[in-house]
């Protein structure tokens, strides 16, 4: 399945310049905050919405015009879109019934599928009569019958409780491995994205400065290891990556990236990941570190070049580890990528206060309590530095163009 | 609904003190229906029982109760009334002529609600278009009749039909005045006045209808027709039903149209049930015949409404 370039109108300009080629067989997940067109761009893939530029072909026919019965997919939706009217056999059954497949055909499929998804026992109640977990699990079971070229998958888990959606995400994978077909899935839930996806787009909202949706498609890890622009590394990973305003120095044959009265020695595995980055040497640059980067002194070892001394304010203490929260005597970090996702969880930038947030994820071997100090370990081969202006990442090539 | 009442109030009362709360179930009830059973029976249960009444007498609008004649009527009414039913062919009688309306009437009601409620839904002109459908709903039945009548003039020059027909060379015909045709004439009349109730209903419900479900429908490989026949229609069978109902019932009791455009001409052959209890009372003035065939409307109409109003209860209970 080739996706072109695809661009939407309706006035405002949606989904713009968007260059996207999905694998046969594999798992692709659209993931970004609302509002950043990656349901617009399932739909559109599904015929729901007209394409307004671009093209976009499925295999090799071009389909830009094709009427969704027309494009061999199959979609699952956010509220499932079960038809109430009928039985669950008959919600599975009919888009094969549209097809006039042979009878026999069709009732070996629904069990076929209805034995893959556990849902044997209810083929003949109707929806009304089915929790939200089943219904979805219909849904899915609507889909699969159909065999099509690929599965678009409008955010189908959001509408489920925490337990199940964990439990569903497992069942996803397992189809998919089952059945390896095509699969576009849209998702706001990073976590999501990163545990399903062979490879995750990371979408936002177009701006007059960047008309383009897509900031970086990779594979999980790389989304999360090399994260092109403050976005990417500001919406991948939980707890977030921590930002904050840094400065580099030279001191010899070494840098040192020094914030609110601390100073870390730049590893030079990071300086390589960041070409150009002694170019920046006296300039202030956003420097990012994420959670899992650090430990405490007492279990890493005491290393003062890589220290940062905190006060614990918050112990979010999850068993195995523990979340370590604190504030640096910096400013906050606020770009126009930070105040987008800032807006997603109902933040602006006034609610950040003139301190920066910082966690630090420590073994919970250490037991920490309100008020302590403590000295945690940071690994200085996995620091980020960004540029503030343009809030890409120093030394990465230009975003969207890069992500294909 | 005081059965409902009671239940509710019964498990308050406190053990303590048994004899308090058990008055307050026997009377309070009563006391809230009081006025709303008040009019129920004054202009209701009260006309219903003397119409009964009066149907086992032979008697005038002045004096309705002149002769008790037992069943008489009712022997009349199905054995001797050629106006009222008769076994010749072709069968233009009042109980015919009703059957036909309420199938035809009920379907072209609900067939033009249907059409304009879903197209309009689809146009950007949408609100003018209900407007226009909406109209003949505000205008009184007698004016309806009036123009109906115009519409179906013979005279090319009054009635809109024949002038077209006149154009592509045919005609003229006697809409009004022909048994075979004046039925068809007057239900035609009857759906434009209606269609626009249904229109209001069944659009409202079309509306209603999770947008999801077509898209699902539409991607599992339905073509716009499928998507309206196979998933828009069957979610709407609850207002259909009502919309139904309610045409049957108005097809049953129709008395206007057919008094103002035809007074049941030609001759007898445009005569429905409703029209013949108004006639038969206030035009011949056999009161006791007319009432007859007033409790044989009833008696047809009281399973429909029965059967709606548990529709309507099933529906408010989900």
């Given at each position: 399945?080739?996706?072109?370039?695809k661009i939407y109108e309706d006035g405002t300009l949606a989904v713009g310049e968007?260059?996207?080629?999905?694998?046969?067989?594999?798992?692709?997940?659209?993931?970004?905050?609302?509002g950043c067109g990656?349901s617009t761009?399932?739909r559109m893939?599904?015929?729901?919405e007209d394409i307004s530029g671009?093209?976009?072909?499925?295999?090799?026919?071009?389909?830009?015009?094709?009427?969704?019965?027309?494009?061999?997919?199959?979609?699952?939706?956010?509220?499932?879109?079960?038809?109430?009217?009928?039985?669950?056999?008959?919600?599975?059954?009919?888009?094969?019934?549209?097809?006039?497949?042979?009878?026999?055909?069709?009732?070996?499929?629904?069990?076929?599928?209805?034995?893959?998804?556990?849902?044997?026992?209810?083929?003949?109640?109707?929806?009304?009569?089915?929790?939200?977990?089943?219904?979805?699990?219909?849904?899915?079971?609507?889909?699969?019958?159909?065999?099509?070229?690929?599965?678009?998958?409008?955010?189908?888990?959001?509408?489920?409780?925490?337990?199940?959606?964990?439990?569903?995400?497992?069942?996803?994978?397992?189809?998919?491995?089952?059945?390896?077909?095509?699969?576009?899935?849209?998702?706001?839930?990073?976590?999501?994205?990163?545990?399903?996806?062979?490879?995750?787009?990371?979408?936002?909202a177009v701006s007059a400065?960047?008309p383009?949706n897509?900031?970086?498609?990779?594979?999980?890890?790389?989304?999360?290891?090399?994260?092109?622009?403050?976005?990417?590394?500001?919406?991948?990973?939980?707890?977030?990556?921590?930002?904050?305003?840094?400065?580099?120095?030279?001191?010899?044959?070494?840098?040192?990236?020094?914030?609110?009265?601390?100073?870390?020695?730049?590893?030079?595995?990071?300086?390589?990941?960041?070409?150009?980055?002694?170019?920046?040497?006296?300039?202030?640059?956003?420097?990012?570190?994420?959670?899992?980067?650090?430990?405490?002194?007492?279990?890493?070892?005491?290393?003062?070049?890589?220290?940062?001394?905190?006060?614990?304010?918050?112990?979010?203490?999850?068993?195995?580890?523990?979340?370590?929260?604190?504030?640096?005597?910096?400013?906050?970090?606020?770009?126009?990528?930070?105040?987008?996702?800032?807006?997603?969880?109902?933040?602006?930038?006034?609610?950040?206060?003139?301190?920066?947030?910082?966690?630090?994820?420590?073994?919970?071997?250490?037991?920490?309590?309100?008020?302590?100090?403590?000295?945690?370990?940071?690994?200085?081969?996995?620091?980020?530095?960004?540029?503030?202006?343009?809030?890409?990442?120093?030394?990465?090539?230009?975003?969207?163009?890069?992500?294909? | 609904?005081?059965?409902?009442?009671?239940?509710?109030?019964?498990?308050?009362?406190?053990?303590?003190?048994?004899?308090?709360?058990?008055?307050?179930?026997?009377?309070?009830?009563?006391?809230?229906?009081?006025?709303?059973?008040?009019?129920?029976?004054?202009?209701?249960?009260?006309?219903?029982?003397?119409?009964?009444?009066?149907?086992?007498?032979?008697?005038?609008?002045?004096?309705?109760?002149?002769?008790?004649?037992?069943?008489?009527?009712?022997?009349?009414?199905?054995?001797?009334?050629?106006?009222?039913?008769?076994?010749?062919?072709?069968?233009?009688?009042?109980?015919?002529?009703?059957?036909?309306?309420?199938?035809?009437?009920?379907?072209?009601?609900?067939?033009?609600?249907?059409?304009?409620?879903?197209?309009?839904?689809?146009?950007k002109?949408?609100?003018?278009?209900?407007?226009?459908?909406?109209?003949?709903?505000?205008?009184?039945?007698?004016?309806?009749?009036?123009?109906?009548?115009?519409?179906?003039?013979?005279?090319?020059?009054?009635?809109?039909?024949?002038?077209?027909?006149?154009?592509?060379?045919?005609?003229?015909?006697?809409?009004?005045?022909?048994?075979?045709?004046?039925?068809?004439?007057?239900?035609?009349?009857?759906?434009?006045?209606?269609?626009?109730?249904?229109?209001?209903?069944?659009?409202?419900?079309?509306?209603?209808?999770?947008?999801?479900?077509?898209?699902?429908?539409?991607?599992?490989?339905?073509?716009?027709?499928?998507?309206?026949?196979?998933?828009?229609?069957?979610?709407?069978?609850?207002?259909?039903?009502?919309?139904?109902?309610?045409?049957?019932?108005?097809?049953?009791?129709?008395?206007?149209?057919?008094?103002?455009?035809?007074?049941?001409?030609?001759?007898?052959?445009?005569?429905?049930?409703?029209?013949?209890?108004?006639?038969?009372?206030?035009?011949?003035?056999?009161?006791?015949?007319?009432?007859?065939?007033?409790?044989?409307?009833?008696?047809?109409?009281?399973?429909?409404?029965?059967?709606?109003?548990?529709?309507?209860?099933?529906?408010?209970?989900?």
């Amino acid at each position: 399945m080739d996706g072109l370039t695809k661009i939407y109108e309706d006035g405002t300009l949606a989904v713009g310049e968007l260059d996207l080629t999905i694998e046969d067989g594999e798992f692709l997940v659209l993931v970004g905050p609302s509002g950043c067109g990656k349901s617009t761009v399932l739909r559109m893939i599904a015929g729901l919405e007209d394409i307004s530029g671009g093209e976009m072909h499925i295999g090799e026919r071009l389909v830009n015009d094709m009427a969704p019965k027309d494009r061999d997919i199959a979609m699952v939706f956010q509220n499932y879109a079960l038809y109430p009217h009928m039985t669950v056999r008959d919600n599975m059954a009919f888009g094969l019934k549209l097809r006039k497949t042979p009878k026999a055909e069709i009732n070996q499929r629904v069990e076929e599928a209805a034995d893959i998804l556990e849902i044997n026992d209810f083929l003949d109640r109707k929806p009304k009569a089915l929790s939200g977990g089943q219904r979805q699990r219909v849904a899915m079971g609507r889909a699969i019958v159909r065999e099509p070229a690929a599965f678009l998958m409008d955010e189908p888990l959001s509408n489920l409780d925490a337990k199940l959606r964990v439990q569903m995400r497992a069942e996803l994978e397992r189809i998919h491995g089952r059945l390896e077909t095509t699969t576009v899935y849209v998702t706001h839930d990073q976590v999501e994205a990163m545990t399903l996806g062979d490879r995750v787009a990371v979408l936002r909202a177009v701006s007059a400065a960047k008309p383009y949706n897509l900031q970086q498609v990779g594979p999980p890890y790389e989304l999360f290891d090399n994260p092109v622009n403050l976005f990417v590394a500001g919406f991948i990973g939980s707890p977030a990556m921590n930002m904050v305003y840094a400065t580099l120095e030279r001191d010899g044959e070494d840098l040192w990236a020094s914030f609110a009265d601390q100073r870390l020695k730049v590893d030079p595995y990071a300086i390589e990941r960041h070409p150009g980055l002694e170019n920046h040497t006296n300039e202030e640059l956003v420097m990012g570190v994420r959670p899992s980067s650090m430990e405490a002194a007492e279990i890493a070892g005491a290393d003062p070049d890589r220290a940062i001394h905190m006060t614990v304010e918050v112990d979010e203490n999850l068993g195995a580890e523990s979340y370590v929260h604190t504030t640096l005597d910096a400013r906050p970090v606020v770009t126009p990528d930070i105040e987008e996702l800032l807006a997603d969880t109902g933040q602006t930038a006034e609610s950040l206060g003139d301190s920066t947030e910082f966690v630090a994820r420590i073994s919970s071997d250490i037991r920490v309590q309100t008020g302590q100090a403590l000295e945690v370990v940071v690994d200085t081969a996995k620091l980020y530095f960004f540029d503030p202006a343009s809030g890409d990442r120093v030394g990465a090539k230009a975003t969207a163009t890069a992500a294909t | 609904m005081t059965a409902t009442v009671s239940e509710e109030a019964a498990p308050a009362p406190a053990p303590a003190e048994p004899k308090k709360p058990k008055s307050r179930v026997r009377w309070r009830p009563w006391l809230w229906l009081a006025p709303a059973l008040f009019l129920l029976s004054v202009f209701l249960v009260w006309p219903v029982i003397r119409t009964i009444w009066i149907s086992f007498h032979d008697g005038s609008t002045i004096n309705p109760t002149r002769e008790f004649i037992g069943v008489d009527n009712y022997v009349r009414m199905f054995t001797d009334d050629a106006a009222f039913i008769h076994y010749d062919l072709p069968p233009w009688s009042a109980l015919f002529n009703s059957a036909l309306w309420v199938v035809l009437f009920t379907l072209g009601v609900i067939a033009f609600g249907l059409l304009v409620g879903v197209l309009a839904d689809k146009v950007k002109y949408e609100k003018t278009a209900k407007a226009i459908v909406f109209l003949p709903l505000v205008v009184s039945f007698t004016a309806a009749s009036v123009v109906f009548r115009l519409v179906y003039s013979t005279d090319p020059n009054i009635g809109l039909i024949n002038a077209m027909l006149g154009l592509i060379g045919l005609g003229p015909v006697a809409f009004l005045g022909e048994a075979n045709i004046v039925n068809f004439a007057i239900i035609g009349a009857g759906i434009w006045v209606w269609t626009a109730l249904a229109m209001t209903i069944l659009a409202a419900s079309y509306k209603a209808l999770p947008e999801e479900t077509h898209e699902a429908a539409s991607v599992d490989g339905a073509n716009e027709w499928q998507v309206f026949w196979r998933v828009s229609l069957p979610q709407m069978k609850g207002p259909i039903i009502v919309v139904a109902v309610t045409m049957i019932i108005n097809a049953l009791k129709a008395v206007d149209l057919v008094l103002i455009m035809t007074t049941g001409g030609p001759g007898f052959s445009s005569r429905i049930v409703g029209f013949t209890v108004y006639w038969e009372i206030f035009n011949n003035n056999f009161a006791g015949y007319g009432s007859a065939v007033a409790v044989v409307l009833l008696i047809m109409m009281a399973p429909l409404m029965w059967w709606q109003m548990r529709q309507i209860r099933a529906a408010e209970a989900r």
